[in-house]
């Protein structure tokens, strides 16, 4: 989590790193703050709430200079406050220092600094004592007591350092946090992610783990941990900045929620031939590979996840093999039976997310075959997979996930049809109904969003609510967790998904007059069983909105509301059905006054355990 931006060169760093902060509030919002170098010293200015505060505090400072560093917080160690947000600085305020992740010894190197060294800590957070440490080990060479530094230091950390007795510089290193350099002329940046870029450089360095950087304005030098230089190619963004702006909609979420037809038809289109045939192009699994696999392994946190739930389903249907799915951060630490015959699918949109990233690297130390399912290209996910089977969403910047969902689930379809179709024993007449019914899917998803005012009238009867009930069987069911996990996300009510068929076994006892339930029953074989089910919650005075296929209006004589997504196979609903369920949340957010695309106590990338 967090955001990190520096600049060097003689542009007016403090506008260049607030702006650049901005299109990285989606890491964290808590509170933010600049250090800029002016006149020998090093001013510090950070103030608890959104970078807007920062802004404002700031706005008539007129540092005049050309080197700074910036933070945006998601509050780890200490609450969010002025004095916990970065920068941090050393006793004599000599150095600041700027930080995402976490240093996991920090409690033991702070007794150690106070100890021995007489240090005095005005912060509650970890990073203070990075910025101890390098002021500590400081003797006239400051990437010499970075170094120092990091070498006592466990955990994940992207830093950005300045110092005012080295003006002429700026460093930062990484490790197990997301680090880009942006290449100017005559100027250089450094940023956790690429869009804080984007309004002034296209060409990226890629840090690797465990390397350290030396940016002047005319200059970049990268280090490995033995200070050898190494080279790095040019990597060149080829999206631009406005893909990652608002674009005349209220929320960035109701933008990406209307941009999935579009991230649905990139990611299909840029996989099939002209026969309708999946090309896998840089991605290297033979029909041997899939023959020696005897398990498949989906791995994910949040909401891809449930894109992985679906993939369980679709993967046994079609491909007949096996597919054990977990949370990133409950496979880690159970010693889950991988070997080199199984195949693990991570699925991440930002490839940065810590649990899913520790939990590839456990797998492939056991000696699986590693696929991911990425949205950011060049991400840490991406890097250190075999193969990356990348979604076409685009920049995906509110916190609650839309766009990447439904382009994680066109993949994992892909996956599944080229699995079983190279494995041969899926009937190709199948392969290709399953193609032209998601070659529709843009079109169709284009007919849900445009009962967007239906949803808004529903969400309008119900925004008061403070408890709702997802239900659903089958896909159905992996869908409710999705829209249960979007409300609550960004709505703050208290949202519970449930197999409607288990609900019976405790649940229901929930139920009493006036509960609302979200009653899923898209799937053909499964609606007669859900009619019953639903049922069953009106018997106890639930409110229910049904979601079912157009043409299945037998669900009218049992919910209060119903939404239609328009008539499929069974088998893609969740292409569909889902996006009602964004649209609801969004409105019924909208409604309750919610900070949509920043809801509270979240960030859109969690890189801390
Ligand atoms: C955070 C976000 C979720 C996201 C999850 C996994 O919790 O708030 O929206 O689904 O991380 O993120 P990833 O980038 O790995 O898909």
């Known amino acids: 989590m967090c955001g990190i931006v520096g600049y060097i060169g003689d542009g007016n760093a403090s506008d260049i790193i607030i702006e650049g902060l901005k299109k990285l509030e989606y890491r964290g919002y808590d509170s933010s703050g600049i250090a800029i170098y002016k006149n020998g010293k090093i001013e ?4 608890k709430g959104r970078i807007a505060n920062l802004e404002a505090a700031v706005a008539n400072e007129h540092f005049n200079s050309g080197v700074g560093i910036g933070h945006t917080r998601w509050a780890t160690h200490g609450a969010p406050s002025d004095v916990n947000a970065h920068p941090h600085s050393n006793t004599d305020h000599s150095i600041a220092i700027v930080h995402n992740g976490i240093i996991e010894n920090y409690v033991e190197l702070r007794e150690w600094l106070i100890r021995e060294h007489g240090i005095v800590f005005v912060s509650e957070t970890d990073t203070e004592v990075i910025a101890h440490l390098i002021g500590l080990y400081y003797d006239g060479d400051l990437v010499d007591a970075v170094y120092k530094a990091v070498d006592k230091m466990r955990g994940a950390y992207g830093i950005g350092v300045i110092c005012s007795k080295e003006p002429d510089k700026l460093i930062a290193v990484r490790k197990d946090s997301p680090l880009v350099v942006g290449l100017g002329e005559g100027c250089n940046f450094i940023a956790s992610d690429i869009p804080a870029l984007l309004k002034h450089v296209r060409s990226i360095y890629l840090i690797e783990n465990n390397e350290t950087v030396v940016l002047t304005k005319n200059d970049v030098k990268i280090y490995n941990a033995d200070r050898k ?20 909609y209220d929320h960035f979420m109701l933008k990406e929620i209307y941009e999935q037809p579009k991230g649905l038809y990139e990611t299909l289109n840029r996989r099939l031939d002209e026969n309708g045939m999946i090309k896998l192009d840089g991605i290297s699994l033979t ?57 693990f699918i991570a699925i991440s949109q930002s490839g940065e997310t810590l649990d899913t990233l520790a939990a590839l690297r456990e ?98 009867d119900f925004y008061k609510r ?26 703050y009510i208290n949202s519970f998904a449930i197999a409607a068929g288990e609900l019976k076994h405790g649940t229901i006892a929930l139920i009493e007059q006036g509960t609302m339930v979200i009653a899923l029953a898209t799937q053909d074989r499964l609606f007669e069983k859900m009619l019953s089910n639903i049922q ?22 049992q919910a209060n509301k119903v939404i239609y997504i328009p008539d499929c196979m069974d088998e893609v609903t969740p292409l569909l059905s889902v996006v009602p369920l964004q649209l609801l949340s969004y409105n019924i957010a909208k409604l309750r006054g919610c900070d949509i695309d920043k809801p509270k106590n979240l960030a859109k990338s969690v890189t801390v355990e």
């Open 466 to 491: 403070e408890q709702v009930f997802f239900i659903g069987r089958g896909l159905d069911s992996a869908i409710s967790f999705e829209g249960s996990l979007k409300l609550k996300e960004i709505s």
């Open 229 to 248: 230089e190494v080279k790095r190619d040019v990597f060149h963004v080829t999206w631009d900045e406005d893909a990652a702006e608002k674009d005349g």
């Open 287 to 343: 029909k041997e590979d899939l023959e020696k696999f005897n398990k498949v392994y989906i791995v994910a946190c949040g909401t891809a996840y449930h894109a992985g739930l679906v993939g369980k389903y679709i993967i046994e249907k079609l491909a007949k093999i096996p597919v054990e799915i977990d949370v990133a951060s409950e496979f880690r630490y159970r010693d889950p039976f991988v070997d080199d015959r199984t195949l």
């Open 536 to 557: 069953e919650v009106k018997a106890r005075g639930a409110t229910v909105i049904g979601l079912a296929k157009e043409g299945n209006v037998d669900i009218e004589q």
């Open 363 to 460: 797998a492939k130390n056991k000696g699986a075959r590693i696929l991911s399912v990425c949205n950011v290209v060049g991400s840490s996910v991406a890097r250190e997979s075999d193969d990356v089977f990348y979604t076409w969403a685009g920049p995906e910047i509110a916190v609650a996930s839309t766009k990447a969902f439904t382009t994680q689930l066109m993949c994992m379809y892909l996956i599944a049809l080229y699995m079983g179709s190279t494995k041969g024993i899926l009937d190709m007449d199948v392969y290709h109904r399953y193609i032209d019914e998601l070659k529709q899917i843009p079109d169709k998803l284009k007919k849900v969003l445009e009962q967007a005012g239906n949803v808004m009238e529903i969400a309008k």
């Open 44 to 47: 510090v200015h950070k103030y």
